[in-house]
């Protein structure tokens, strides 16, 4: 039986527990920072973002020889001048062949190599590895020449191909880490199941891993799309007639020794900035997350 000293005893024990400590209530100083200690410092960086911009509009919409920092009254001028007179239907067309093609070349090779560097193990994957990281510190136009001597030795000179297989070499080291990386991350156990249930390795990859490879495989595109489609020295020194000519070389066109037209320059930047900002636009939620997850190993 439990006597009436054990019965008292029990609270006394209980109380003797010691208690979670609790919050001391501070904060720490960027917690108790006002507001408008961070929104200013933003707001005075966005101006400095948007400013360039809304120059560019400003000289793209105003009509010619005016001085108004509003652009009125609108004019679209600019935009037709340079769209036909100066042949920017051609040039766009010329970049976004350019451009797509590039980023399927690059996908589909870096999606083969980064495989490779990802599942198989081989005797020179290190220093494979380390040509590639060490090829990212060669500029492009220390090998114009050379390429150029490859293509004239080809007949590719004056041809988008020309181009396309430039751009294409220049962007693979970089995809090929990415992808390879991003493999990583899939378990190779997903494969292995799939080997079980009777699929071999390339219906496996399709069916298994490339399904998870889709952030991956937007970043990598979306670079060597938006690279190909700014690139100016290599359509600059491959290309020669004005019809093959791409939208980097065109806005060069615009410049002169005596004078620049800057309402022509400004409509012809708009164009070019569209497509690259469309890109963005629509690809912003799987571009940061196809890079941060192939920039780890999982």
């Known amino acids: 039986m439990i006597t009436k000293e054990a019965t008292a005893v029990a609270p006394a024990v209980q109380r003797t527990v010691p208690e979670p400590p609790r919050p001391t209530g501070k904060r720490r100083a960027w917690d108790e920072a006002p507001r408008w200690q961070i929104y200013l410092p933003l707001s005075i960086y966005l101006v400095f973002t948007l400013i360039p911009f809304y120059w560019i509009l400003l000289f793209a919409l105003r009509p010619a020889g005016s001085t108004s920092l509003v652009p009125w009254p609108v004019t679209f001028d600019h935009f037709e001048k340079v769209w036909t007179d100066r042949s920017f239907g051609v040039y766009f067309e010329n970049s976004l062949y350019v ?3 590039t980023l399927v070349m690059t996908t589909l090779v870096a999606l083969a190599g980064g495989y490779a560097l990802a599942r198989f193990d081989f005797k020179v994957k290190q220093g494979f590895m380390l040509a590639l990281l060490c090829s990212q510190f ?11 001597e490859i293509f004239a030795e080809l007949q590719m000179i004056n041809s988008l191909v020309s181009v396309i297989i430039a751009e294409t070499v220049f962007q693979l080291p970089l995809s090929i880490i990415l992808i390879s990386n991003f493999i990583k991350n899939v378990p190779y156990s997903l494969e292995e199941a799939a080997w079980v249930d ?3 390795r390339f219906t496996a990859f ?4 490339l399904p998870l490879l889709r952030p991956g495989l937007i970043a990598v595109g979306s670079f060597a799309f938006v690279h190909s489609w700014n690139h100016f020295l290599f359509a600059l020194m491959f290309l020669n007639n004005q019809d093959k000519q791409t939208i980097p070389v065109g806005l060069n066109t615009l410049m002169s020794a005596d004078s620049v037209d ?4 400004a409509a012809g930047g708009i164009i070019a900035a569209v497509p690259v900002v469309l890109v963005f636009a629509f690809i912003q939620k799987w571009l940061i997350t196809g890079f ?3 920039a780890v190993k999982g």
């Open 138 to 148: 060669v500029p492009g136009a220390l090998l114009l020449v050379p390429l150029f």
């Open 292 to 294: 941060s997850a192939g």
């Open 198 to 200: 009777g699929c071999n």
């Open 99 to 101: 451009g797509v093609a």
């Open 262 to 265: 800057l309402g022509a320059l």
């Open 206 to 209: 399709r069916i298994v891993v």
